[in-house]
C-alpha cells in the first residue's frame, strides 16, 4: 500500500513535495516551494544601468508580504494608490538600509495585472538594483517574473485583450512618431474595438442562420432572412478584403521599410548611407570593394521608419569575400521593399533613354518596378550632360559630396515612399487613414475567416448547416486576434519577445 500511495505521488507532480511531507508526517521537514508553487512575481521594470530612478514591480497574493518585508515606511501596511516615502530593507536583517525610495501599493483588483501590485521606487544602479532585488528573491513565494509575465498576467485576468497587449510592447519599441500613435492606439484598445464589431457582425449572421435551422422560415421566423444574412456577409467580407488590401500599411509602419541601396563600386553607396544617418556609419574609401557585407540602420525617413542596408558594390570579382558580399547583396535587394540604385552620373552613356543601357548585367538584372535610381556624382559633369538625364518622380541628380540636389532628393524619396505604401500623413503627423492590421497574425486569421465567408456565401440556402459551420469558424478566427476564443496556440507568440519586467 505504501508503494502504491507513492505510485499515485508521482503521477501527480504539483502536489508531490506535500504530499510526501504529509505522508511521513516529520514535522521537522520543512520543504521550499518550487517555482511552480510561488505565484507573486518581481522583476525590474525600468532599463538596467545608471539613472534617476529604477522601478521594481511585485504582483501576486504575497505582494503585502512583500511590503511588510522590505518597505519601512512608519505603518505596517499601506495605503492603496498612494505613494509613500520609505526606506528599502533587507527581509533578514531590518538594520541593513538598502535604498531611500518610495512605494505605492495597488490594491487588486484595481491594478494593471487585477492582482495586488506593489512598486519600488528606487535609485537606479547596478549595486542598489542587485541588493533589492536579492533582498526579494529571499521571501518565501515570490520568484523573478518571465519575460512579459506582468501583460500575460493582466490578459489572463481579462484587463486587456491580445491587442493592446501588442500595443504595450510596439509602445517600448516604438522609435518614430508614426510607431508611437500606431501603438498608442492599440494599447487604448481601439484595435480591440474595430476586430470585435467584426466578430459581432460575423455573429450576427449566425445568429440568423441559426434561428432558421431550429425553426425554419414560416410562422416563427419571417421571410428574407437567408437573405438578409447574406446581404450583411457579402458587406462583412468586402470590408474584410479592403483591410487586407492595404499593402502591408499597418505591418511596415510597425516593423519599418526595407530599403537596400545597391549599384556598383564607387557609386557613393556608402556615403548615401552617410548622408542619411547624418553620421560616419559606414566606412568610405576610393578603393572598390571597400563594402563587403550589409550595413543596415534604423532610420526616420519623412516619419516612416525605415531600414536602410548598404550593400557591396554589385560586380564581377575573383576576390572570395567580396564575392559572398555581392551575394548578399542581391538577396537583400530582391527582399527588401523598395531599392535605391545609386549611380556614378559621369559614367551613364550619354543621351541614353534607357538607363539601363551602359550597366553591367548582374546589375541590371537587379532593377524591377520597386527600383528608383540616385544618380550621383553631379558636380563633375556639365550642365548640358545633366539634362540629358533630368531629374523625374523616381530619378534624382545629386553630388552627395556638395550636397547638390540632396533637399530635393529627400523630398521626392519621402513622397514616394507615402505613395507606394500608402501612408500619408497630416499637418499634425496623423495617419489619414489609419491601418487596422499591425501584425502578421492579424492578416492570417483575418485572411481565415475572409474564407470561410466566401464559402457560405458559395452555399445555397439548402445548405444552411454548413453554411452556419462555416460563419462559426469566421467568427473564430477574428476572435483569436483579440484573443476572444481559442488562444492558448497564441499566448507564447505574443509575449515571449517582451522585456523582462513588463
Same mark, same amino acid.
Given at each position: 500500500m505504501a508503494l502504491r500511495a507513492l505510485c499515485n505521488i508521482s503521477a501527480r507532480p504539483h502536489c508531490l513535495r506535500s504530499t510526501t511531507a504529509a505522508y511521513y508526517s516529520t514535522p521537522s521537514i520543512s520543504l521550499p516551494l518550487s517555482e511552480s508553487q510561488k505565484k507573486t512575481i518581481y522583476a525590474l521594470s525600468t532599463p538596467k544601468g545608471k539613472g534617476g530612478v529604477g522601478v521594481i514591480r511585485i504582483s501576486g497574493p504575497q505582494s503585502l508580504d512583500a511590503w511588510r518585508s $522590505?518597505?519601512?515606511?512608519?505603518?505596517?501596511?499601506?495605503?492603496?494608490?498612494k505613494m509613500n516615502r520609505c526606506k528599502i530593507v533587507h527581509p533578514l536583517r531590518k538594520d541593513d538600509v538598502l535604498d531611500d525610495g518610495m512605494a505605492v501599493f495597488f490594491k487588486g483588483p484595481k491594478s494593471f495585472t487585477s492582482e495586488d501590485v506593489l512598486e519600488l521606487h528606487i535609485h537606479s544602479g547596478r549595486a542598489i538594483t542587485s541588493s533589492v532585488l536579492d533582498a526579494l528573491s529571499s521571501i518565501p513565494g515570490l520568484r523573478h517574473a518571465e519575460a512579459g509575465e506582468f501583460t500575460?498576467?493582466?490578459?489572463?485576468?481579462?484587463? #486587456?485583450?491580445?491587442?493592446?497587449?501588442? &500595443?504595450?510592447?510596439?509602445? #517600448?519599441e516604438a522609435e518614430t512618431d508614426a510607431q508611437r500613435r500606431i501603438a498608442v492606439g492599440a494599447a487604448m484598445g481601439i484595435s480591440r474595438v474595430k476586430f470585435t464589431e467584426l466578430r459581432d457582425e460575423i455573429i450576427g449572421c449566425l445568429a440568423l442562420i441559426e434561428a432558421l435551422i431550429d425553426f425554419g422560415e414560416g410562422e416563427d421566423i419571417e421571410e428574407g432572412v437567408y437573405d438578409q444574412a447574406r446581404t450583411r456577409a457579402q458587406t462583412l467580407l468586402t470590408t474584410i478584403e479592403g483591410h487586407l488590401s492595404d499593402r502591408r500599411r499597418g505591418e511596415l509602419l510597425r516593423s519599418g521599410v526595407r530599403l537596400? #541601396?545597391?549599384g556598383p563600386p564607387n557609386a557613393g553607396k556608402s556615403t548615401l548611407l552617410n548622408f542619411l544617418a547624418q553620421r560616419e556609419a559606414a566606412i568610405v574609401t576610393p578603393i572598390p570593394g571597400t563594402t563587403r557585407d550589409i550595413l543596415e540602420l534604423s532610420l526616420d525617413i519623412g516619419g516612416i521608419p525605415v531600414l536602410v542596408g548598404d550593400t557591396a558594390g554589385v560586380r564581377e570579382t575573383e576576390d @572570395? $569575400?567580396?564575392? #559572398? &558580399?555581392?551575394?548578399r547583396a542581391k538577396k537583400a535587394v530582391q527582399a527588401a521593399d523598395i531599392s535605391l540604385c545609386v549611380l556614378p552620373l559621369p559614367e551613364i552613356r550619354p543621351h541614353s533613354k534607357d538607363i539601363r543601357l551602359g550597366l553591367a548585367p548582374e546589375i541590371q538584372e537587379l532593377i524591377d518596378e520597386k527600383?528608383?535610381? @540616385?544618380?550621383?556624382? *553631379?558636380?563633375? $559633369?556639365? &550642365?548640358?550632360?545633366?539634362?540629358?538625364?533630368?531629374?523625374? &518622380?523616381?530619378?534624382?541628380?545629386?553630388?552627395?559630396?556638395?550636397?547638390?540636389?540632396?533637399?530635393?532628393f529627400l523630398s521626392g524619396f519621402e513622397k514616394i515612399l507615402q505613395e507606394r505604401f500608402d501612408l500619408s500623413f497630416d499637418s499634425t503627423g496623423q495617419d489619414r487613414n489609419p491601418p487596422l492590421i499591425t501584425h502578421s497574425r492579424h492578416r492570417v486569421h483575418l485572411q481565415s475567416a475572409a474564407d470561410f465567408l466566401r464559402v457560405f456565401l458559395d452555399y445555397g440556402s439548402q445548405d444552411v448547416v454548413l453554411g452556419a459551420e462555416e460563419?462559426?469558424?469566421? *467568427?473564430?478566427? $477574428?476572435g483569436r486576434i483579440s484573443g476572444t476564443v481559442d488562444v492558448e496556440d497564441v499566448l507564447d507568440v505574443v509575449f515571449r519577445e517582451f522585456c523582462i519586467g513588463k
Open positions: $522590505v518597505v519601512k515606511s512608519g505603518r505596517q501596511d499601506p495605503e492603496p494608490w500575460k498576467r493582466a490578459f489572463k485576468s481579462g484587463r #486587456i485583450d491580445l491587442t493592446q497587449a501588442e &500595443g504595450i510592447k510596439d509602445m #517600448i537596400a #541601396i545597391f @572570395l $569575400v567580396e564575392e #559572398i &558580399g555581392v551575394e527600383t528608383v535610381f @540616385l544618380f550621383n556624382k *553631379a558636380d563633375l $559633369v556639365s &550642365g548640358a550632360s545633366q539634362n540629358t538625364h533630368s531629374t523625374t &518622380g523616381t530619378e534624382w541628380q545629386v553630388s552627395l559630396s556638395t550636397g547638390q540636389g540632396c533637399k530635393a460563419l462559426r469558424y469566421a *467568427a473564430q478566427a $477574428v
